[in-house]
């Protein structure tokens, strides 16, 4: 084999939006591959063992929004719930808000289809979003999200309207202010049907920026 790459590599995580995919955090890998001229494949035939050429491609995409670091890594404490409380199924807990505090948003416009009232929400100047929450559903209730260490309860997701969330859908579309907006959701615990055990509990729910 007379070429080799030489190749320089950044990693760095960002908080940008793909358009089009709406992924959130990301790894980018940039590099450049150089062909290598006629003095390094004489020195690499000096070499005791095999060589070889490594090709390392990739894509930087620019998205609409820039999600920071502290919305896409969130720990939420819903504190010590105590078993009295949720006596019955259905009986909820107080909601406990999150965000996603998004930056550098660009006025390029926007269009989303809304999948939820049907239609499409689009402007000319103003990004238009909407958010996926992925997360395994619970058994007996499974427009709530599964907690490990307890049973009896799990976890319900709101909107800034504090409308049900569906786990796996896209939220209503929603006009992002330019530069800089904050998103608001809630975490709500809730009763199921199964029989109550207390115990610590924890789940992890995954969520997607979607643009255009």
């Not at 930087?60 to 920071?68: I, K, M, N, P, V």
């Not at 009232?117 to 209730?141: E, H």
Request: glycine share 8%; aromatic share 8%.
């Amino acid at each position: 084999m007379d070429i080799a790459a030489s190749c320089s590599t950044k990693k760095y995580v960002s908080q940008k939006v793909l358009r089009g995919s709406g992924i959130t955090a990301g790894l980018f890998i940039l590099c450049s591959l150089l062909s290598a001229s006629s003095a390094w494949a004489k020195d690499f035939s000096q070499v005791d063992g095999e060589t070889g050429v490594l090709h390392v491609t990739g894509s930087l995409t620019q998205g609409a929004c820039r999600l920071e670091m502290q919305s896409a890594w969130q720990q939420i404490d819903l504190g010590n719930l105590v078993t009295g409380d949720f006596t019955a199924a259905d009986q909820r807990g107080e909601p406990v808000p999150f965000q996603l505090i998004l930056r550098d948003c660009l006025l390029t416009g926007g269009r989303l289809r809304d999948a939820i009232k049907g239609g499409t929400v689009w402007d000319s100047k103003q990004p238009v979003v909407s958010v996926s929450f992925v997360a395994p559903a619970d058994r007996y209730s499974p427009e709530l999200v599964k907690v490990d260490g307890a049973q009896g309860v799990g976890l319900r997701l709101l909107d800034s309207q504090h409308r049900n969330v569906r786990l796996g859908y896209r939220s209503e579309p929603v006009f992002v202010a330019p530069y800089h907006d904050v998103l608001t959701w809630y975490v709500v615990p809730e009763r199921t049907s199964a029989p109550l055990v207390a115990g610590a509990f924890a789940a992890t729910v995954s969520f997607r920026l979607n643009y255009d």
